[in-house]
């Protein structure tokens, strides 16, 4: 090794703890991050924070640019399709699969009434986005915060665009906990 440049050499004894993590590090929200650096990545957020970050104009022109003039081939399209039509046909490979809870019925209760009174209560915007429906183009979702179909109660409801509701679909545990601790702030209730 070259004069002057630290670090291990053969024969000689290393000094220092090699399974000691480094110090903890934690989220603004006050979790706490992963054991090792190169696990918590480079936001130094939690997953819930960063995903509820909303991107900047500068973000979200690069990921515009970085999009513009791609355009898949039909042929590429097809294998995509079959790629993922061969890798989901078990639906236990499929990372959002319940078990089958998506095809259990929804209570007489959750009708377009009482969804539309769930979208006017959020002031027709998304509780995650803040978007307005007239900007979307589309009417609000409403999502069952704990997942339960036949928990009809307006505090169990929540209005969400259709890209933030597809998120919900990963982690139902931490967005449960999410949206709970949201309409516990908001409206004082507790679960």
Request: with cysteine; proline share 5%.
């Amino acid at each position: 090794m070259p004069k002057g440049v630290k670090g291990f050499q053969k024969g000689h004894r290393f000094f220092g703890n090699p399974t000691r993590a480094a110090a903890p590090a934690f989220c603004k929200c006050g979790k706490q991050l992963a054991k090792w650096p190169s696990k918590r990545g480079k936001s130094g957020l939690c997953h819930k924070c960063a995903v509820s970050r909303p991107f900047d104009d500068i973000h979200k022109q690069k990921i515009s640019n970085a999009l513009t003039g791609y355009v898949k081939t039909p042929t590429h399209r097809a294998r995509i399709s079959a790629a993922a039509t061969e890798r989901f046909k078990d639906p236990t490979n499929v990372p959002w699969w319940e078990g089958g809870k998506s095809f259990e019925d929804y209570s007489p209760q959750f009708n377009e009434r009482l969804k539309e009174q769930i979208r006017k209560r959020d002031s027709y915007r998304c509780q995650e986005c803040f978007r307005h429906q007239s900007e979307l183009g589309r009417r609000l979702d409403v999502h069952h915060i704990n997942f339960d179909k036949k928990n009809c109660k307006p505090e169990n409801l929540i209005a969400l665009c259709a890209s933030c509701h597809n998120q919900t679909k990963y982690g139902r545990a931490d967005w449960t906990e999410y949206y709970q601790e949201r309409m516990k702030e908001r409206n004082g209730v507790s679960w």
